[in-house]
């Protein structure tokens, strides 16, 4: 089977996350993200029909009219519709909305126009944040206790380059970011994770039973030997979500995106952002076989 | 080399793969539209005749009843059609006096043989199914006039420091006026209160000799104290719905003095109704001593005795908001009591009061505010007018035997539900201001039917994908990965359904992920197997050394994906929960299919017998 020189191209492969990187908080720094209706709230639109209509036409209408993050709700009986919309509320929204889907020919009523408050409050939000570093601590730790530290610093950095690019993403193209999406993003960091994880793992197994020191071309076979399941598993899990991005409609396509590029910055982060920066950390076989020497003398210490 | 597990292994496996398939299969039969009926305090149910009013009311309306389901302190009402359920509700409260609940539900319609197995099927999220729509109005009025309350006490407690007399305090809406006996006091107090609040315009008004002292709310910190109550709820709520194991809900604010709270389909909606609404408070104050004047004493009546009252200082030692963790539990008597632990200024105000009082009584004040519909005539029209009322009552009074510190107990209460619902409700926190139900409605799908339909599909022609790749790859062996694939959905499945996780759109796609990483396992297996091919191992010991060998990749990286889960589910809260909940359980069951259920079928298909070649 044909070895590939993964390590040779780690220079290339550093220039480019740098630049990915920078594009990336350079976007969040200047235009932010695009929020959903989940984080910033919205107008909220009751109306009332003399006869049942289609809650997919009202989305449509809405929708082709510029209304954004429309989310359309049957209200207790099937002629009474809630509407929720991404749109700063002001006294008018009720009547333009109403006004809009009395031109598709039917007799609808206003209920109420009102402004609704984010679905996602600030304690939640801290909350998550805080929970998610103590997370990334304790993975951290467990890495760090059945690898070494240094894995541990890979792995944590290969995390923190996926999620950024993926959120950079969203915010240089002004993507949709809500509750779907974050989801996505949590799913990014799992798969990231394991990745990671695999490789190490061979790489920790190669180290050991190598009798070679030149670090990069343990790394090299080690990466070889792993390469066809992660082609593999990327693949598929790609596949799934390229069925999701074009057959599953507006409301998972921002999800597809965010975990498409996540697992493909995934696979690439694992291999040289994980892996290539075990070499300038120097990485060492004693690192991983504890001295036995050091041992002894602990021993001896004892009374 | 022969590959083959001991018997027990096949049985244990098979014994997990049937459990788990019995427990998915809930999950095959629909829902019926129905009304939930429970009572709205003690853990009494509905009697006969009340059912039998009700039963026949319906049925009067043409409504259609499909079976009436009493299951000790509630009932449940299945319909034949969701059209009827909103005026059915209607209809039983209408029925049914203010000491019942009646709620709008999903019911389950699981056959009986399996719910007794207690398997019930997943519950659908707001986004899928949609589920009950409560808005409830909160009243800014009372809001002011308990931050009115709070100064005034904080205001008497500075004078009294301070030896100004005083004779009286009055709060009337945006208000609060004291009275002194002469100007010079009023002014010396003017000054003093001046520089401890700056949320009032002061003013002066002469009567008689007497000097009053007028002091309004300025409309910012008008604005602020309404912000905040709102705000203030809306954390409450959050917590109490939380508390209350529902998955995904939605709470949020509307309109400036509303907040619509969303529960996704089948749940006690009764209960979940009687919580949310919920406004029970403690106090705990001192008994007043017979020399105190009557200004600062309040009278109150027993909760649980007619009759019997006690007088109480009007000084609050502390409230609900210092209580950091509350607990139901029973005292030796199998009576019911809340555990109650103090928070560090609850703990030493608690200490400094009882400190210096031991041998007199302490009350504890339970508060409660109600709300009312009454149709009312004006002008000639009948309108609807609500009228809130509060009640407070003490539930105990007992003397100090010793300083009380951070945790001690409190009993006293009707029933063990009470004492259950008090405890949830202090650990939730207290509402800011009371909250009274505007509205409540079934809601439908947020996502729509087209949608739905399309994020589904465009799963199964994933999946379908998937067993397709690994069919052309790994041939035999991909069978094998297929079945597991099958097998671990359905235990995924099952577990979620027994947990009650709630499952949405991204819960979905959550699934997917999972059985991503449950191929991975498999896909990391058989690469091992072909290398080890490669590298001129006989078959068996090539499937032999490519299970042992990708154990501890698998675990690893599922390890630690695991720690990522459960630490999100621990502290995170709502939508991430949800996700935590579905990656964990998901990582389990790709393990357990990938480690042992594809490792069983290979052995049974491949094991007792020397292999030539290996399809993989």
């Given amino acids: 089977m044909r070895q590939f020189d993964f390590m040779g191209k780690r220079r290339l492969a550093f220039i480019t996350s740098a630049i990915l990187l920078i594009i990336a908080i350079g976007a969040l720094a200047t235009q932010q993200l695009n929020l959903g209706l989940d984080f910033t709230g919205g107008t909220l639109v009751e109306v009332k029909y003399e006869e049942a209509p289609s809650l997919d036409d009202i989305r449509g209408t809405l929708e082709d009219a510029d209304f954004r993050d429309v989310s359309v709700q049957n209200f207790g009986a099937s002629t ?45 939000r801290d909350q998550s944040g805080m929970g998610m570093l103590l997370a990334l601590g304790l993975v951290m730790l467990y890495v760090a206790f059945r690898f070494q530290y240094k894995f541990a610093l890979g792995a944590l950095l290969a995390l923190l380059h996926d999620v950024i690019i993926v959120i950079g993403v969203f915010s240089l193209f002004g993507l949709e970011f809500d509750l779907t999406v ?68 507006d409301l998972i396509r921002n999800f597809s995106i965010a975990l498409i590029i996540g697992i493909g910055v995934g696979t690439f982060s694992s291999i040289y952002v994980a892996s290539a920066l075990l ?14 020497k050091e041992n002894d003398d602990e021993e001896e210490e004892l009374p | 080399m022969l590959n083959r597990y001991p018997l027990w292994k096949y049985l244990l496996i098979l014994i997990v793969i049937v459990v788990g398939l019995i427990y998915a299969l809930p999950n095959l039969f629909p829902e019926d539209p129905a009304i939930q009926i429970s009572s709205a305090q003690s853990d009494s149910g509905l009697d006969e005749g009340q059912l039998d009013e009700i039963e026949n009311a319906l049925r009067d309306d043409g409504i259609d009843i499909t079976a009436i389901e009493s299951d ?88 009294r420091d301070e030896r100004i007399r005083y004779r009286d305090t009055e709060i009337e809406d945006r208000r609060i006026s004291l009275v002194f006996a002469d100007e010079g006091d009023r002014d010396q107090a003017r000054q003093l209160i001046r520089q401890e609040f700056d949320e009032f315009d002061y003013s002066t008004e002469d009567e008689g000799r007497a000097a009053r002292l007028v002091m309004t709310l300025t409309d910012e910190s008008v604005d602020e104290i309404q912000d905040y109550a709102i705000e203030q709820n809306l954390t409450t709520l959050r917590n109490r719905v939380n508390e209350l194991g529902v998955a995904e809900p939605l709470v949020q604010r509307q309109g400036p003095n509303r907040i619509v709270v969303e529960l996704p389909g089948v749940q006690d909606t009764a209960a979940a109704k009687r919580i949310v609404g919920a406004t029970a408070e403690l106090e705990f104050r001192l008994e007043a001593s017979p020399d105190a004047s009557d200004s600062d004493t309040e009278t109150f009546e027993f909760r649980n005795e007619e009759g019997r009252s006690a007088e109480l200082s009007r000084d609050v030692i502390i409230t609900g908001d210092n209580v950091s963790n509350a607990n139901r539990s029973f005292d030796e008597n199998g009576r019911p009591q809340v555990n109650i632990d103090l928070d560090g200024t609850g703990g030493t105000l608690m200490n400094r009061a009882t400190r210096s009082n031991i041998g007199s009584n302490m009350a504890v004040l339970f508060i409660e505010h109600n709300s009312e519909m009454r149709t009312v005539m004006e002008d000639g029209e009948e309108v609807e007018e609500r009228v809130n009322t509060t009640e407070r009552g003490i539930i105990s009074l007992a003397t100090i035997q010793s300083a009380l510190g951070n945790s001690f107990r409190i009993t006293g209460l009707e029933s063990s539900t009470e004492a259950e619902e008090l405890a949830l409700l202090l650990r939730s926190g207290s509402l800011a201001a009371p909250i009274y139900f505007a509205q409540e409605r079934t809601i439908g799908p947020s996502l729509g039917a087209e949608n739905i339909e399309r994020g ?9 994908l998937v067993v397709l790749f690994m069919l052309v790859r ?105 996700f935590a909940v579905t990656l964990s359980l998901g990582i389990l069951t790709s393990m357990f299919t990938a480690l042992l259920v594809s490792r069983a079928m290979v052995n049974l298909s491949h094991g007792g017998k020397p292999l030539k070649k290996l399809w993989i």
């Fill in chain 2, 72 to 159: 000790g302190g509630s009932v449940l009402i299945r319909l034949a059609s969701a059209g009827d359920q909103l005026n059915a509700r209607d209809i039983a409260s209408e029925i049914l006096n203010d000491d019942y609940v009646v709620a709008v539900n999903q019911a389950e319609s699981t056959p009986d043989w399996l719910a007794s197995l207690g398997a019930a099927p997943m519950n659908l999220g707001l986004d899928l199914r949609g589920g009950v729509h409560f808005l409830l109005e909160v009243d800014m009025d009372e809001a002011l006039t308990q931050r009115l309350e709070v100064h005034g006490s904080a205001m008497r407690e500075l004078l």
């Fill in chain 2, 456 to 464: 589904i599909m465009s799963v199964q022609i994933g999946l379908l």
């Fill in chain 1, 182 to 249: 974050l989801a996505a993003i949590l799913a990014v960091i799992g798969y990231s994770l394991n990745d990671t994880i695999v490789v190490y793992d061979r790489i920790r197994e190669n180290i050991r039973k190598s009798r070679i020191e030149h670090m990069p071309t343990i790394f090299n076979e080690a990466i070889n030997a792993t390469l066809s399941r992660t082609l593999a598993t990327s693949g598929t899990t790609l596949l799934v979500l390229l069925a999701l991005l074009l057959l599953g409609g």
């Fill in chain 2, 474 to 578: 790994y041939k035999v062996f991909g069978i094998i990965a297929n079945l597991a694939l099958g097998i671990n959905l359905a235990l995924l499945v099952a577990a979620m359904s027994i947990l009650g996780a709630t499952l949405t759109l991204p819960g979905i796609a959550g699934i997917v992920l999972t059985l991503g990483m449950a191929v991975d396992a498999n896909v990391l297996i058989f690469e091992r197997i072909r290398e080890e091919l490669r590298n001129g191992m006989s078959a068996q010991q090539a499937i032999h050394a490519g299970y042992e060998r990708a154990v501890s990749s698998i675990v690893d990286a599922n390890l630690t994906t695991l720690l990522v889960a459960v630490i999100l589910f621990s502290i995170g809260t709502g939508p991430v929960k949800g």
């Fill in chain 1, 80 to 124: 009474e519709v809630l509407i929720r919309l991404q749109q700063a509320y002001d006294p008018d929204v009720g009547e333009e909305v109403v006004s809009l889907l009395r031109d598709e020919g039917t007799d609808v009523d206003l209920i109420r126009a009102e402004f609704v408050g984010a679905q996602v409050g600030d304690q939640l």
């Fill in chain 1, 279 to 292: 070499i300038p950390l120097r990485l060492q076989r004693q690192d991983l076989i504890p001295a036995k």
